[in-house]
């Protein structure tokens, strides 16, 4: 069992694994899994904070292929004490019970896209991202119907063969129609989620860490007197994440041997 009682806590997002437009899907997979064997020594919290895998949908009685190795790395981390809670992502919202029951795994939805937390006697805002701040109209009504238990129950009787082959295709075009701004930020984007930062800060004074996915960029910036908002960035290239120690936190990145700060 992990002993680490006062032990670290961390934070990792946009694995995307499974994602059509990675060259090598079990190479992805194998850094993942060694990041996840790497902080089983000293994790006592996981938080997978959404896009996790590219494309996900629980049937009944039936789950999708693959993942086989990260399920495993995670269920180790489980199984030795380590808490982990997954937040739902727009590529990994059909998180149901499969993960919850087989691994011990706690599967988070909040209805307004992030909730807090406090940790180790530090208050938190995580989300993935995708829902703070002003967002089109198109965007909330697609993420309501994605998010309609109606609408799933009549996506869940559309065979695999059709909807996963969807799902990557979609994912793919999607991310190529970022190509002028990969990291999903742009001037607006990035002010109207410093607004959103700010305006909870305020709201919140007690707020110390706004931690969140998402955008594809690594970022840590104030956001008020007493509070920072961190963006994880990626695990496509840029395999980072947060730990939290109890005192700071740090945004870091993996290279499969050592750990470096990020500047």
């Known amino acids: 069992m992990n002993n680490y009682i006062h032990g670290k806590?961390?934070?990792?997002?946009?694995?995307?694994?499974?994602a059509g437009y990675i060259s090598n899907a079990r190479e992805h997979e194998r850094k993942a899994v060694d990041f996840l064997d790497s902080i089983a020594c000293d994790a006592?919290?996981?938080?997978?904070?959404?896009?996790?895998?590219d494309y996900w949908f629980e049937y009944k009685t039936v789950v999708p292929?693959?993942?086989?190795?990260?399920?495993?790395?995670?269920?180790?981390?489980?199984d030795s004490g380590v808490k982990i809670y997954w937040y739902t992502g727009n590529h990994d919202i059909w998180l149901f019970d499969y993960l919850r029951d087989e691994i011990g795994i706690e599967i988070v939805d909040p209805q307004g896209g992030g909730d807090f937390?406090?940790?180790?006697?530090?208050?938190?805002?995580?989300?993935?991202?995708d829902g703070m701040g002003k967002q089109p109209f198109s965007f909330k009504?697609?993420?309501?119907?994605?998010?309609?238990?109606?609408?799933?129950?009549?996506?869940?009787g559309i065979?695999?063969?059709?909807?996963?082959?969807?799902?990557?295709?979609?994912?793919?075009?999607?991310?190529?129609?970022?190509?002028?701004?990969?990291?999903?930020?742009?001037?607006?984007s990035r002010a109207n989620l410093e607004t959103f930062a700010r305006r909870l800060s305020n709201e919140n004074p007690d707020l110390?860490?706004?931690?969140?996915g998402h955008h594809h960029v690594e970022l840590a910036e104030p956001v008020g007197n007493n509070c920072s908002m961190i963006i994880l960035g990626d695990w496509i290239d840029k395999f980072t994440y947060a730990v939290f120690d109890g005192d700071e936190i740090k945004l870091m990145q993996y290279n499969s041997h050592e750990s470096k700060l990020k500047q």
């Not at 006592?44 to 895998?53: A, K, P, T």
């Not at 110390?208 to 969140?212: D, Q, S």
């Open 44 to 53: 006592r919290e996981l938080y997978l904070l959404g896009d996790i895998l």
């Open 9 to 18: 806590v961390y934070f990792i997002s946009d694995l995307h694994l499974g």
């Open 208 to 212: 110390k860490y706004i931690i969140l």
């Open 65 to 78: 292929r693959g993942y086989v190795r990260f399920f495993g790395a995670l269920a180790r981390l489980a």
């Open 117 to 129: 937390r406090n940790i180790m006697n530090t208050l938190f805002f995580l989300g993935h991202g």
């Open 141 to 156: 009504i697609l993420r309501y119907f994605f998010r309609n238990k109606f609408c799933q129950k009549l996506y869940s």
């Open 159 to 188: 065979h695999p063969r059709w909807t996963v082959g969807f799902a990557h295709a979609w994912s793919s075009r999607s991310r190529k129609g970022h190509k002028t701004s990969p990291t999903g930020l742009d001037g607006k």
